[in-house]
């Protein structure tokens, strides 16, 4: 919420106003992962952070999570609002890179927070996957994240190949250099295991108490 009220992720249900940010030029509410052919050199211009409406929450298991910077728990394909560079973009936990920079929010404004540590972890975690139709961007644990695509979509699965928009991390390709997952796999379902793309049931969510949309 607006005075930085964060909740558990687990304790949200559709109807749930969230901190949101939107972005120039970023498709939303399509089925396949935008976000990964979404690149911006000229910085965050003309992004308004506002409210969004869970429609809809998930729960599941996944086989290993991501741990970085001590904190932030994600699976392998989870999608981050990064700089790298000169470049901004999404990226996939997993391709995450040390001295790339996670876009946060601090007093009201987009600020970064630098990736110094990244772990990955072994063995099943309890996840929860929301969606945030409108913008399909939410705070959590403190940084912006994209919410994958709509969960009840045919899509393959959260992460997109290398052969997709967006290329690996050595920039030789022809897409962005903030590359999506090298991994596909199938959205979580209630009760379920899932390779999906979610956070640990574990972490918090910038919430909010009002339907007015605000500007960082």
């Known amino acids: 919420m607006a005075d930085g009220r964060r909740v558990p992720i687990e304790s949200l249900t559709p109807g749930d106003l969230v901190r949101s940010v939107s972005l120039p030029g970023l498709k939303t509410d399509v089925p396949f992962r935008a976000q990964y052919e979404w690149l911006s050199t000229w910085g965050l211009e003309g992004a308004t952070v506002r409210d969004g409406r869970v429609a809809e929450v998930r729960f599941g298991e996944h086989d290993g999570f991501y741990l970085i910077n001590r904190r932030i728990k994600a699976t392998f394909e989870h999608p981050f609002l990064v700089r790298r560079d000169e470049e901004w973009g999404f990226c996939s936990a997993e391709l995450l890179q040390v001295g790339d920079y996670l876009i946060t929010l601090a007093a009201g404004q987009l600020d970064e927070e630098r990736v110094d540590l990244l772990e990955r972890v072994d063995g099943v975690v309890r996840t929860?996957?929301?969606?945030?139709?409108?913008?399909?961007?939410?705070?959590?644990?403190?940084?912006?994240?994209?919410?994958?695509?709509?969960?009840?979509?045919?899509?393959?699965?959260?992460?997109?190949?290398?052969?997709?928009?967006?290329?690996?991390?050595?920039?030789?390709?022809?897409?962005?250099?903030?590359?999506?997952?090298?991994?596909?796999?199938?959205?979580?379902?209630?009760?379920?295991?899932?390779?999906?793309?979610?956070?640990?049931?574990?972490?918090?969510?910038?919430?909010?108490?009002?339907?007015?949309?605000?500007?960082?």
Do not use: C, M, Q
């Not at 897409?175 to 596909?184: E, F, K």
């Not at 295991?193 to 919430?207: A, C, D, P, R």
């Open 128 to 216: 929860v996957a929301i969606r945030v139709p409108g913008t399909n961007t939410y705070l959590a644990d403190g940084v912006w994240t994209h919410n994958d695509a709509d969960l009840k979509g045919s899509s393959a699965g959260p992460g997109i190949s290398n052969s997709g928009p967006g290329i690996s991390n050595t920039g030789s390709g022809t897409g962005p250099s903030i590359s999506g997952s090298a991994s596909s796999s199938s959205s979580s379902s209630s009760g379920s295991k899932s390779s999906g793309s979610s956070f640990s049931s574990s972490s918090s969510i910038g919430v909010s108490n009002t339907d007015e949309s605000s500007v960082g």
